[in-house]
């Protein structure tokens, strides 16, 4: 009996003591809600300044050992499966039709290696939603077992948002594709947005 008494004391003073705890905490200053964080270098792009975005970049973008052949600026439209955007839109635009002025909302930049064995293109796509500045998916299919490397060798995918912009970069080579080679133009992009941003 004395035993399950001192048993019964030990817990009253447990009880007691993480009580007394949590009141000290409850007399604590509560904390501050984070206020709204963003910049104005954090906000999301125009419309219009994602189109000069995509013009600079068309006339400025150098990536190591690779020069531009092409780009979708100025005069693609890209007709999708509605069910693909949700029921949104018919059409890659920026009212989701192909009225007049056509406003596309995904403009691509392709750029060949210099020995013509290698492709990288550079897809930027136009979103009303701010994001946030970061990389959203690097490609991890390599090496996993059961896989033909024929299918996962030839291919280089990474994706990184700017503001309300998601950017992917996608590598296609007739050999297996050099890492470095996305990389680098991911960091030339990234480099001449941190300049575009100032």
């Known amino acids: 009996m004395k035993m399950l008494n001192a048993l019964s004391i030990i817990c009253l003073l447990f009880i007691v003591v993480s ?18 964080s963003l910049s104005e ?14 013009g600079k970049l068309e006339e400025e973008l150098e990536i190591p050992n690779y020069q531009l052949q092409a780009s979708t600026f100025d005069y693609s439209i890209i007709i999708i499966d509605e069910e693909l955007s949700f029921g949104k839109r018919q059409y890659i635009t920026l009212d989701g039709t192909q009225e007049s002025p056509i406003n596309a909302t995904q403009e691509s930049l392709l750029f060949l290696h210099e020995q013509g064995d290698s ?5 930027l796509a136009y979103t009303d939603n701010y994001i946030g500045n970061d990389i959203l998916y690097y490609n991890a299919i390599d090496g996993f077992a059961g896989i033909e490397e024929e299918l996962t060798e030839h291919v280089d995918l990474l994706s990184i948002s700017y503001k309300n912009i998601v950017i992917s ?8 594709v050099d890492i470095e080679d996305t ?8 480099s001449f947005l941190e300049k575009y941003n100032d």
């Open 41 to 54: 270098k954090d906000e999301a792009l125009t419309f219009e300044d994602y189109q000069s975005l995509v």
């Open 183 to 190: 990389t680098n133009a991911a960091k030339s992009l990234v």
């Open 19 to 36: 009580c007394s705890d949590q009141n000290e905490d409850l007399d604590k200053d509560p904390v501050e809600p984070l206020e709204n």
């Open 119 to 123: 492709l990288i293109t550079i897809t």
């Open 169 to 176: 970069f996608l590598q296609t080579k007739t050999d297996n």
